[in-house]
């Protein structure tokens, strides 16, 4: 069982947490100006990657906030918790952001 | 005589207590202090039980948590299977028998408790041997919070087997010391009897401590049996010591036949001879001082067996001295014996190929085919292994960030250098914590010449012409073979985990403690590669088998599962109900009166509220207000129609969909103020719809200013249902003008009720004339107590959930997660109407415009009427197109979501999902029933009432 550091709270088990899934994907400014297929994307599909994965995590069973962290999908590793719009570029291994059909619109 | 093998004048047993207990139907006595296994080999007691596959006679080949062999299964005064004779503490009135390989579960429950321990410190080591007690010693000194866990009863690990000395005198004196300081340091906690058996990420160590199984019938019962020790620790020493491996020969698995430092633990420990007249078969070192401290306890050692060519002078000069027969470049081939090993078959071991064999008779037949470092727990959390060619076994490739092995854990064998490595270990763990610690003077041992390299011995090739190794065990509890082994690489396995599987090898309580490396050896042999190319089975938890019963610790029966009751939950107990879980709460499903069958009594209830008044207990709603300037911009966003536009005093009803468009969840809002609103969800969604508009509010729009909180246990709610529903609060809220122009359809007032400030809406949920009594919680037995009063003489009849379903259903209304299954939208639904036009976005709105959503053929909720009107169809039924059940796969149409028998259409009824259901109503369809089919005609979802002229009474 690993510990999250809540950026409010602190270390807390992960059982306390809900995964929210990758972090940065915004509401499409305009939804009615994407085709289904780009509508699509930003409904149903995330990226997968393998090494550092930018997440949505919710401190459920503690503060009730929202964060994000960078996390190593490969050794569980979380490299760093942060509230911001991007990784903290402290992060050598900070992942490219995702860009997909249907998203610049919300950029 | 009872005990004719115990030593004077060696073991740890406390002798002036002596103890009965019976195995197998027989009557013997030990000591306190002994296990069973010790007890029973104290009696001459070899033989346990019969293997598991071949019935063969097994005997006790360890000393400790690694027996694969001796399991039994205990009778009284606890019922308990699968243990191990070697870890079982001996007690007075023990009652226990050998088990070949299958324990039986007790029938009776267990009265024992069990309970859980959360702890917390920095540095935690693990195992109390030499190189644990160093360990924790330079921990505790730096003033760190330590933790130190051993599985045995005494502390000192390998010393309270060995006759080592420290500062010249018995380690034990040494070790008592060292436990005396410990116990008086605050922060240091020594926990005995206490194994760890799971390693997790960030320094969680799980251990399983026997508080009370060594008493036997005179444990308290107030004190939990067993305790699970939840250990977070910021740096984790594994001083978990090392387990001796056996070598494969033919027949190595006869009673009588035992490591060699198991046979010096019975001495040393327990003061017990496991023979008169042994053979010792070794590969290293470690076998003499074994050998050479039972020869002078008594022991006749017939002849040292060792593989290697050269035996060590000084180890030679020893056995000499003791008349001991040394036969070096010599191999056992094979043993004799039926119910105990008789004779060992030693022959010469030149080319690879042993030669002409020799018996030399023996009662006991010692083994050593060198160390195995005890790194499961290491390797649980993700610790690299990798294989040392020096001593042929698994070490830790390097230590991780918080934790550490010390001492034969890290392939260190001598008594000075676990000490050394124990205290080292230590002060890096200080270290990466930033702490320091002061050095610990050591201990001096015992002078020792140096180590001479052990020879790395898989197995001894059979001399047997054509023998394929079907005689040769590896895994003596699965009753695995070497040519099992061999069966599976000749089968094309390559993979260790694949030979594992296949054989299964490494699979039983010992997970493979003494087969695991040995395997991987073989198999490298048979396909000829390198072992460290090879690797070793993966190691998980648990390490020792715990009882689920530990695991549930106090989460049992109605500790299991938070149980929640609303305020008027008494009131509906004393009145007979029946109780429905939902979610976590205990919901009224119905209340029978005397005689009363569930059919009957729901078929009362529903006519009560259709025809007179009934009211239920609705406080499991699932509530949460909303606060702040942007409220309404908030709900618009989220609920599929309007919310901004409610004006405060009404009540409007709304429904939630994902990004995908499906409804998630459905329920009434109330415009309390301005600036406030009241939200109602589904009862087991309360939580889920909570944290999905904290989602949206946190992540997406943090600009807009509201607030949610849950206030679902702050109000007691009162559907109060029924043409008579007027009458009866008229009676009990005199200052509310309860005219329908006064006080409409989906409107709400304030107003006091039987004297208790309440709030009071007019909703419907089963078409009726209908309120609902919202007062805080505190208040709702007073304000039930005077409806069910004035209700009296119109004859107020409580109901459950199920006249509730049954009430909703004949008006089509669906619940969300029984009626949808996340694949439904609001026009699946029926339910157009819900779905704003006017707003330019919602979330779910892009959706509906999908390709796929717009699709004829999506699945509809629509009414089902079987044909017999008695039929009641079962949720969940399959529904079909033709009264023949065709071939598979049979295309179904869809399913049945709610069945109910109704009072109201005096007959049964269904809602269904069903493909194009709007465009088949009228058509006949079927459903598969008890092998045939039932006619079924569809019909639009509201069945009763269509035009609604009922909910104004």
Redesign the interface.
């Known amino acids: ?3 999250i550091a809540c950026p409010w709270c602190g270390q807390r088990e992960e059982t306390e947490f ?1 995964y ?1 899934g990758q972090a940065h994907i ?2 499409p400014e305009d ?2 100006a ?1 085709d ?1 297929e780009q ?2 994307q ?3 599909f995330r990226d997968n990657p393998k090494g550092p994965f930018a997440e ?1 995590w ?1 401190h ?1 069973a503690g503060c ?3 964060f994000n962290a960078l996390r190593d999908t490969v ?2 590793e979380f490299l760093a918790v942060y509230t911001g719009a991007t990784p903290p570029s402290t992060t050598s291994t900070a992942p490219a952001a995702p860009q997909r059909k249907g998203q610049e619109a919300s950029r | 005589m009872n005990a004719p093998f115990r030593a004077d004048g060696h073991g740890h047993v406390d002798r002036d207590i002596t103890l009965s207990f019976t195995f197998d139907g027989t009557a013997y006595t030990g000591h306190r202090g002994d296990t069973l296994a010790s007890a029973l080999l104290a009696s001459g007691v070899h033989h346990v039980a019969d293997s598991i596959k071949y019935r063969r006679p097994r005997g006790i080949l360890t000393a400790g948590v690694e027996e694969p062999n001796a399991l039994v299964q205990i009778e009284a005064p606890f019922p308990e299977p699968m243990l191990t004779s070697t870890t079982v503490e001996l007690y007075e009135g023990l009652v226990a028998r050998g088990l070949s390989g299958q324990g039986r579960l007790s029938s009776e429950p267990d009265s024992a408790r069990y309970d859980t321990v959360h702890a917390h410190c920095d540095v935690l080591v693990v195992g109390a041997g030499p190189a644990g007690l160093a360990a924790t010693l330079t921990a505790a000194r730096s003033g760190a919070r330590v933790i130190l866990v051993d599985e045995l009863p005494l502390p000192g690990g390998s010393l309270l087997g060995s006759q080592e000395r420290l500062d010249g005198a018995p380690s034990a004196a040494w070790v008592s010391d060292v436990v005396a300081e410990l116990d008086t340091l605050p922060d240091v906690r020594v926990l005995r009897r206490t194994t760890a058996f799971g390693h997790y990420d960030d320094g969680l160590v799980l251990a399983l401590e026997k508080r009370t199984d060594h008493l036997g019938a005179a444990a308290p019962e107030h004190v939990s049996r067993q305790r699970i020790w939840r250990i977070r620790a910021q740096q984790v020493v594994f001083a978990t010591g090392a387990y001796e491996r056996p070598v494969a020969f033919d027949d190595n698995d006869r009673p009588g036949i035992m490591l060699a430092g198991s046979a010096r633990t019975y001495l040393n420990r327990f003061g017990v001879l496991p023979g008169r007249r042994a053979v010792v078969f070794t590969t290293n070192d470690s076998a003499y001082p074994a050998a050479l401290e039972l020869a002078d306890a008594g022991v006749r050692i017939a002849a040292v067996v060792d593989a290697r060519e050269e035996v060590p002078a000084h180890w030679r000069a020893a056995c000499d001295e003791r008349g001991i027969d040394v036969r070096a470049g010599h191999v056992v081939t094979g043993t004799s014996g039926i119910e105990r090993v008789s004779r060992a078959h030693v022959a010469a071991f030149g080319q690879g190929r042993p030669g002409e064999r020799q018996g030399i008779d023996c009662d006991l037949l010692l083994v050593s085919g060198g160390w195995n470092p005890a790194v499961a727990l290491f390797s649980q959390a993700r610790g690299a292994l990798r294989y040392d060619a020096a001593i042929g076994a698994f070490v830790p490739a390097q230590a991780l960030a918080c934790v550490r092995t010390a001492g034969a854990a890290g392939g260190n064998f001598t008594l000075a250098g676990c000490l050394a490595d124990g205290a080292d270990a230590a002060a890096r763990a200080l270290s990466a914590l930033g702490r320091t610690g002061g050095p610990v003077a050591l201990p001096a041992t015992d002078p020792l010449p140096d180590a001479a390299p052990g020879r790395v011995l898989w197995r001894v090739p059979s001399p047997r012409d054509g023998a394929d190794g079907s005689h040769q065990f590896v895994d003596l509890q699965r009753d695995a073979l070497v040519s099992d082994v061999l069966r599976a690489t000749g089968a094309g396995l390559r993979s260790v985990e694949h030979v594992k599987r296949y054989t299964t090898i490494g699979t039983a309580h010992d997970q493979g403690r003494t087969s695991g490396v040995m395997t991987s050896g073989i198999i490298a042999e048979a396909l000829g590669v390198d072992v460290a190319d090879m690797g070793t089975m993966r190691l998980r938890p648990p390490a020792v088998p715990v009882p689920f019963a530990a695991f549930a610790g106090r989460n049992r029966g109605e500790l299991f599962d938070p149980v929640r009751v609303t305020s008027l939950h008494p009131w509906h107990v004393e009145h007979g109900a029946l109780f429905e879980d939902v979610g976590q709460w205990k919901r009224p499903w119905y209340y029978p009166r005397a005689g009363e069958t569930m059919d009957e009594a729901v078929l009362r209830e529903c006519r009560a509220a259709r025809t007179g008044v009934a009211l239920m207990d609705g406080s499991t709603l699932g509530k949460i207000n909303v606060q702040g300037p942007d409220a309404g911009v908030l709900l618009d966003r989220l609920y599929t129609n309007m919310m901004s536009t409610l004006k405060v005093g009404r009540v409007r009803y709304g429904v939630m969909c994902g990004v995908d468009g499906m409804a998630i969840d459905d329920g009434t809002v109330i415009r309390v103020a301005e600036q406030e609103y009241l939200l109602t969800t589904t009862t087991g969604n309360a939580a889920r719809i909570l944290e999905w508009m904290e989602e949206w509010l946190q992540t997406e729009w943090p600009d807009l200013r509201v607030h949610l909180t849950s206030v679902t246990e702050h109000w007691a709610t009162i559907p109060l249902v029924g043409p008579r529903s007027r009458d009866v609060l008229a009676l009990v809220a005199p200052e509310l003008d309860v005219d329908n122009e006064a006080f409409p359809f989906m409107s709400w007032r304030d107003t006091p009720v039987a004297g208790i400030p309440a709030r009071v809406c007019r909703i419907s949920f089963s078409g009726e004339l209908a309120y609902e009594v919202n007062v805080p919680a505190w208040d709702a037995i007073t304000v039930w107590k005077a409806l069910i009063a004035a209700g009296d003489s119109f004859g107020i009849t409580p109901y459950g959930t199920e006249t509730m379903h049954v009430l909703r259903a004949e008006k089509a209304y669906p619940i969300i997660g029984q009626d949808t299954d996340g694949t439904v939208t609001p026009q699946d639904l029926g339910m157009s109407w819900v779905v704003s036009k006017k707003k330019p976005d919602f979330v779910g709105k892009r959706s509906f415009a999908r390709e796929e959503n717009q699709r004829g053929d999506r699945k509809q909720l629509v009414g089902l009427l079987p044909a017999d009107e008695r039929t009641l169809l079962p949720e969940g039924a399959q529904i079909i197109a033709t009264s023949d059940i065709p071939a598979p796969p049979v295309p179904m149409l869809g399913h049945v979501t709610s069945s109910y028998r109704s009072d109201a259409l005096q007959r049964t009824f269904a809602l269904a999902l069903v493909r194009s259901g709007t465009q088949r109503i009228g058509e006949t369809l079927y459903v598969p029933l008890d092998g045939q089919t039932v006619a079924v005609t569809v019909t639009e979802p509201v069945l009763f009432d269509k035009e609604g002229a009922r909910r104004d009474g």
Do not use: E, I, K, N
Request: no cysteine; charged share 15%.
């Open positions: 069982m690993q510990l809900h929210g915004a509401y939804p009615y994407l289904d509508w699509a930003y409904v149903f949505r919710v459920s009730r906030r929202w050794t569980h």
